[in-house]
């Protein structure tokens, strides 16, 4: 998911790894980790081409959702989980650990993009707060 948006030729003779721990998993994990590990590089400053921000979504009776709880999980059945780069708002990841109605599938997918921006903005908005403290004057 990371690595294009790492600028790793800047790094020639380095390798990055990446470790998640879950401690605990109420549903969108992966799409929390992914957040994280973004939000993680960004302040570490670890030299990035884009953001990349993930939601998880569904259909529920009709209704797209994000960050399904357990109920909706349950009603849903199957969920995607979706990563992009905020800049470009190419996908970089797509996941489903089962299958997804075809007729749904459109709708999910646009309803994560939706999401993974208002991710993007809001990492995007910590960011420039976390500098205006860190710069002086």
């Known amino acids: 998911t990371f690595e294009r948006a790492i600028q790793r ?8 790894q990446i470790n998640v721990q879950v401690i605990h998993n109420a549903g969108g994990a992966l799409a929390c980790a992914i957040n994280a590990i973004c939000a993680a590089l960004l302040h570490a400053a670890v030299p990035m081409n884009d953001l990349v921000s993930a939601v998880t979504a569904a259909v529920v009776d009709t209704v797209p959702i994000l960050d399904l709880n357990h109920i909706e999980r349950i009603k849903a059945g199957s969920q995607l989980t979706l990563a992009t780069n905020a800049l470009s708002g190419g996908i970089v990841t797509m996941q489903s650990e089962q299958r997804i109605n075809i007729d749904n599938l459109d709708t999910i997918i646009l309803t994560a993009q939706q999401g993974c921006n208002r991710v993007a903005k809001i990492i995007r908005q910590h960011v420039r707060e976390y500098l205006k403290e860190q710069i002086p004057g």
């Open 9 to 16: 030729h800047l790094f020639p003779q380095s390798h990055i």
